[in-house]
């Protein structure tokens, strides 16, 4: 499978826990995105690396969120003491920078659960 | 700002009747338009995209959608949908040379024998 992963599908976790989530995109993908989408409501950008350089993050990324892409391949998102309110699904997409593409193609999630 | 309206939260329809998804956007620069469906429990996966050229552009499924600028709108259509089709619809935008996408609320199509 040439698709986006993303690992766990599934996590629990109880509040004030760290979590870390990883995802692997296209493997000839320049860029990395991060999004949250939570019940009800459309995906929200967080952030988004070309190759190991984040390039911008939203504010909704607070200082308990950190995103790396270390040698520009697989990515992880790190939250760190979490809270009830960052109960979501989190998705990964990735493209390459090409005229006329321009497309992200999105991993399966990873569903946060905090208790 | 750029911002993406999907003005329905659900759209009930039989199957093989036809069906129209509503988007509109706001955005004060030229952006790339998207739309992707999303099945239960599984990710995003794009639908159509118009990025510049005939407004009219095909998807996959038999989807289409028609970019109208002086109405900052992209609809998407089927003339007749199926059982499968059931589904969430996404409308999104991107602005040139951001890629960043900004997402609607989504607009569940279910589909009825």
């Known amino acids: 499978d040439t698709g986006v992963s993303q690992n766990p599908r599934h996590k629990i976790t109880k509040r004030g826990q760290n979590v870390t989530f990883r995802c692997d995109p296209i493997?000839?993908?320049?860029?990395l995105y991060w999004y949250r989408q939570t019940l009800g409501q459309g995906p929200e950008f967080l952030t988004y690396?070309?190759?190991?350089?984040?390039?911008?993050k939203s504010r909704l990324l607070s200082d308990r969120f950190s995103a790396e892409r270390p040698k520009g391949s697989f990515s992880t998102l790190e939250i760190q003491r979490t809270e009830q309110g960052d109960s979501a699904m989190y998705l990964c997409a990735s493209s390459t920078r090409q005229v006329d593409t321009d497309t992200q193609y999105f991993g399966p999630g990873t569903r946060l659960t905090v208790l | 700002a750029q911002s993406v309206t999907q003005l329905d939260s659900q759209v009930p329809v039989f199957e093989e009747a036809p069906v129209e998804l509503r988007c509109n956007y706001s955005?004060?620069?030229?952006?790339?338009l998207f739309w992707y469906v999303q099945y239960p429990n599984q990710g995003l996966q794009l639908l159509l995209k118009?990025?510049?050229?005939?407004?009219l552009v095909k998807g996959i499924n038999g989807f289409e959608a028609e970019f109208n600028k002086s109405q900052t709108s992209f609809h998407l259509r089927k003339p007749s949908v199926h059982i499968s089709d059931t589904a969430e619809y996404f409308c999104a935008v991107s602005v040139y040379n951001t890629d960043k996408l900004i997402f609607g609320t989504g607009t569940r199509l279910q589909v009825f024998p």
């Open positions: 493997s000839e993908h320049n860029r």
């Open positions: 118009y990025l510049s050229g005939s407004t």
């Open positions: 955005s004060s620069v030229s952006v790339y």
């Open positions: 690396f070309q190759n190991e350089a984040q390039l911008e």
